[in-house]
């Protein structure tokens, strides 16, 4: 029931507006193009000391945090991991006091996982929860949805609204479309498995980290548009396999704690009409601005603070294990027929260090930047489709309600590193003949 149409319409045309601009507008700022989010959270940090003091803080809070609330017992997963987390107090002061083993103390090591992706991951969550409010909650999602849902469901198997996802992973990063995947499954607007299969199909690495990938590889002056076009390609025709099989095939079709959800409906005619009347609907009946803004800022701030210790231990452990041990080598066998079938010059080489993207994604790049470029392209591309590892994104979904047991992320990773390379590789043979 729509009580004051004029005022739906405004709240949802201009909050909407004010929040596509926020989180999906690149603007060029101080010599840099990005999304005004990205801008603020850049500004912050530049605050004197506030990396050291922020990320020590957020890093022991968050340690503390499950202890004193007793989340800590929730699961066994939990449990396991509240523990592990505990490690990252000794890595976050090394990484702020600068003192350490010489091999952990390398840029590539332990700071790399401080400065690059603790501090900005547990920064932009919670000041891009300030901004969620205007993305999932005044009818932008039930807009697009009506209009995505013939293209999202019949591809991946999820609501039309879920594009909103994909968008911002590309433009933003993996721990915006995170943050906005983990509120709208807590709203009753995506079931487990949907929130699963967008969680490990769409929160990719944005478009600025795969730059660097591509210029660490050599082919930015030449072949940047065709990477980009062929990554986003494979990223989500490797979202469309997984999604029909095994572990995300089998995934609960439930809504989150049991509540009943908000099922989009299948529009065929007078599309723009009922696309408007749903998200005038849901912008009537959504609280103020304040009042949405503070509840997202709480949340966001408690996931920051879930998110803190697991990256920086978790992150840690997965870069010390792939530079000091031989594990990575072991698991690169389960990927050489992969890349042997498919006719990569070095085969051997691009699956060994494919096997180390489940640590950071950006690990690949580095053992194959002299490597024929056909092979390059293909490591290039694969780095990022497959989505899943221990520095980044996978701690975050475990930080969140996303109900992904860690055989699933295994699982998964391995069905979209393989899968990548199949896919990837015509395009890079096509390129490169």
């Not at 004010?18 to 999304?35: E, R």
């Not at 945090?65 to 007793?70: D, M, R, T």
């Not at 900005?120 to 969620?132: A, D, E, K, N, Q």
């Not at 996931?303 to 840690?316: D, F, K, N, R």
Request: charged share 15%; hydrophobic share 50%.
């Amino acid at each position: 029931m729509i009580k004051n149409r004029s005022k739906a319409l405004s709240r949802f045309v201009l909050y909407s507006l004010f929040g596509i601009f926020m989180f999906f507008v690149p603007i060029n700022f101080n010599g840099k193009s990005s999304i005004p989010l990205d801008h603020i959270v850049s500004a912050i940090q530049t605050i004197p000391h506030y990396k050291e003091v922020y990320g020590l803080i957020i890093v022991i809070a968050g340690v503390i945090y499950p202890f004193v609330k007793g989340t800590w017992k929730k699961s066994k997963i939990k449990t396991v991991f509240t523990f592990i987390n505990i490690l990252a107090i000794p890595f976050v002061i090394m990484a702020v006091f600068n003192i350490g083993p010489e091999g952990l103390m390398e840029k590539s090591m332990i700071p790399f996982v401080f400065n690059k992706v603790v501090v900005p991951v547990t920064t932009i969550i919670p000041i891009g929860s300030v901004f969620l409010a205007f993305i999932i909650s005044y009818g932008l999602m039930e807009f697009v949805g009506v209009f995505m849902r013939p293209v999202m469901m019949p591809i991946f198997k999820t609501p039309g609204r879920s594009a909103i996802d994909a968008v911002a992973s590309f433009v933003g990063s993996y721990s915006l479309a995170l943050l906005i995947t983990n509120g709208v499954y807590k709203e009753g607007k995506y079931t487990a498995k949907e929130s699963c299969i967008i969680a490990t199909g769409f929160s990719t690495v944005s478009a600025t980290f795969m730059i660097i990938v591509a210029k660490t590889l050599g082919f930015m002056e030449t072949h940047w548009t065709q990477y980009f076009i062929v990554t986003v390609i494979v990223t989500f025709l490797v979202t469309a396999i997984t999604s029909r099989i095994y572990p995300l095939s089998k995934k609960s079709d439930e809504y989150y704690n049991g509540i009943e959800g908000d099922v989009e409906k299948d529009i065929k005619q007078n599309k723009l009409t009922v696309a408007t009347n749903f998200a005038l609907e849901v912008s009537s009946a959504a609280p103020g601005v304040v009042e949405n803004t503070k509840k997202n800022f709480t949340d966001g701030i408690k996931l920051a603070l879930a998110m803190a210790p697991s990256l920086m231990a978790v992150g840690s452990i997965g870069l010390i294990i792939a530079k000091y041990t031989p594990v990575f080598d072991i698991v690169g066998y389960v990927f050489y027929p992969f890349t042997y079938i498919v006719g990569l010059p070095d085969a051997a080489l691009a699956a060994k260090s494919l096997s180390m993207s489940i640590a950071e994604m950006f690990l690949p790049a580095m053992p194959m930047a002299e490597s024929a470029m056909v092979t390059r392209f293909v490591v290039g591309v694969t780095c990022v489709s497959e989505i899943l590892f221990f520095s980044g994104s996978i701690p975050s979904m475990l930080s969140t309600e996303i109900p992904l047991k860690m055989r699933d992320y295994f699982i998964i990773w391995f069905e979209r590193v393989a899968l990548s390379i199949l896919l990837a590789a015509p395009f890079a043979h096509f390129l490169f003949k």
